[in-house]
């Protein structure tokens, strides 16, 4: 059997004392590959894991939009198999992840919003609401933070482009941005990615982040798959998941590689990363981060 590793994040600025998540995650993961099975189904299995976790913002973990009521998920896959699959705003799926890897199936790459959503039930994933009581704690909470600053510019913003069915004064009257993912190598020296969001609060409906992106917020290619986790605003003009991937082409060691990244944000944005390559497993964030890093 070849040389196997797999890592897993539970997200930038998540609390570390929930990393037993990320190690159960990330020894699914592991199974997934000493049982001969691809990188793919690997981070699929790691993933599917952080969603079902509920203490994880994504999948039944994920947080609530501004109104109260609805769940915007994203989910994307990549290995150098050729697969590639994602998803955009898809509600009511208990495993975003599995569905993205769906997607790739298609004849298309990224489905969004209410086709993302209909393109599940057709392919046989049931309904399921993600409205676990951490979302609705963290909702109430957030709803407290905007009445308490009315006037600064993020509450300006929203009440502005407001973009929900209900007036703003009914629903304003935590903020959340955390990813999960796993990237791995299998023993026939193929790499995989896979992520997964519950979005971002606060946000405007339909908002999409970095973990749908291809080179955003995922990639994964002949040297190693890396997936990043933080403010997707910020981290969609960097590409930062190909930018970091096209050093590793260069010969940058994935270490120095990652903390690169890290560093080309000022300390008070939140990102992190992982990330394999040939050689070794890593991980890398100016936030908290719970990982596991499985190296054979």
Request: proline share 4%; aromatic share 4%; glycine share 12%.
């Amino acid at each position: 059997m070849g040389t196997i590793r797999i890592a897993v994040h539970g997200g930038a600025g998540n609390d570390k004392r929930n990393e037993d998540g990320c190690k159960k995650a990330g020894h699914a993961g592991e199974h997934v590959l000493r049982s001969g099975h691809t990188s793919l189904d690997a981070v699929i299995a790691a993933v599917v894991a952080l969603e079902d976790d509920g203490r994880f913002n994504a999948g039944s973990g994920s947080v609530m939009c501004l109104d109260g009521a609805t769940v915007e998920m994203d989910a994307a896959v990549m290995d150098t198999r050729g697969a590639l699959g994602a998803v955009a705003c898809i509600e009511d799926v208990k495993n975003p992840v599995r569905v993205a890897r769906a997607v790739a199936t298609t004849p298309h790459r990224l489905l969004a919003g209410r086709g993302a959503t209909a393109f599940a039930r057709r392919a046989g994933f049931a309904e399921h609401k993600a409205h676990s009581p951490i979302a609705a704690r963290q909702h109430e909470q957030l709803i407290k933070d905007l009445r308490k600053r009315p006037d600064d510019t993020e509450a300006t913003a929203m009440r502005r482009f407001w973009n929900y069915e209900m007036d703003w004064s009914q629903a304003v009257d935590r903020y959340a941005c955390d990813t999960v993912g796993a990237v791995a190598l299998d023993a026939d020296g193929h790499f995989a990615v896979a992520t997964s969001t519950g979005g971002s609060a606060p946000s405007l409906l339909g908002r999409v982040g970095d973990t749908p992106l291809i080179g955003c917020g995922y990639y994964a290619g002949p040297q190693g798959a890396i997936a990043v986790t933080g403010i997707g605003e910020h981290i969609i003009p960097h590409l930062l998941a190909r930018t970091v991937y096209g050093w590793l082409e260069t010969g940058t060691p994935l270490t120095q590689a990652l903390d690169r990244a890290v560093n080309l944000f000022p300390a008070h944005i939140d990102v992190g990363l992982i990330g394999v390559d040939k050689t070794t497993a890593a991980a890398s964030s100016n936030r908290e981060m719970p990982v596991d890093l499985i190296h054979e």
